[in-house]
Every structure is written in C-alpha cells, then in structure tokens.
C-alpha cells in the first residue's frame, strides 16, 4: 500500500520493480541479447501494427472513392499516380509485406 503522505505517488511500485530486476539480474544476464531482440521484436511489431490501416484508407479513398490523390504520390511513384489499378496492386501488396512483417517481428518477440 502507498503512503498517502509520499510526494511522488507511484515510487515504491518503481522500488519493487528495481528490486525485482536486481534480484534476478545475474540470472537473466547470460540471456540479455534474447531479452532484447524479444523487446526489439515487440517494438516493431506494434510499430507494424500501427500502419495496418493505411493501405486499406488509401484503397478506399484513391481507389473506389477516386478522390484526387495528394501531390506527394506522383513524386514517390509516378507509374502509380494515374492508374488506381496499378495503385490497388501496389496497396495490396503492401497490406501482405505487412501481415509477414509483422508476423515475423511478433514470431520474433515470443
């Protein structure tokens, strides 16, 4: 339980949490670099996760809406900025480069 009267409310949760990793600190140190690449692998993978969404935006908006695509799209892919046929095929492919990616990065971090 916190003391009511502590200043900065949360500190013992932060002592506990120090003492724990002390404690078992030489234990886990033979297994730092598979501790890390599981962090790295979750923070990709929630990275990943994040631009989940995009592609099917983008579809939705430029492909069967045909709204007028922003002027960054032409500078980025030109072969892209006129044809929403060859724009679906780039967004398709990237929505699966997603769901591989972040497979790996999730297979990564178990």
Not at 56 to 75: A, E, T
Not at 93 to 103: E, F, K, N
């Given at each position: ?71 960054l ?24 480069l ?13």
């Amino acid at each position: 339980m916190s003391d009511p009267t502590d200043p900065t409310p949360g500190t013992s949760a932060l002592r506990t949490t120090r003492n724990v990793y002390r404690s078992f600190a030489p234990f886990l140190r033979p297994y730092a670099r598979w501790v890390v690449a599981a962090y790295a692998g979750l923070l990709g993978s929630v990275l990943v996760k994040l631009l989940e969404p995009w592609p099917l935006k983008l579809i939705l908006d430029y492909v069967l809406l045909g709204k007028p695509m922003p002027d960054l799209v032409p500078r980025l892919a030109p072969w892209v900025a006129g044809d929403p046929k060859a724009l679906l095929l780039v967004l398709c492919i990237g929505m699966v480069l997603i769901v591989v990616v972040h497979g790996l990065l999730s297979y990564a971090s178990k």
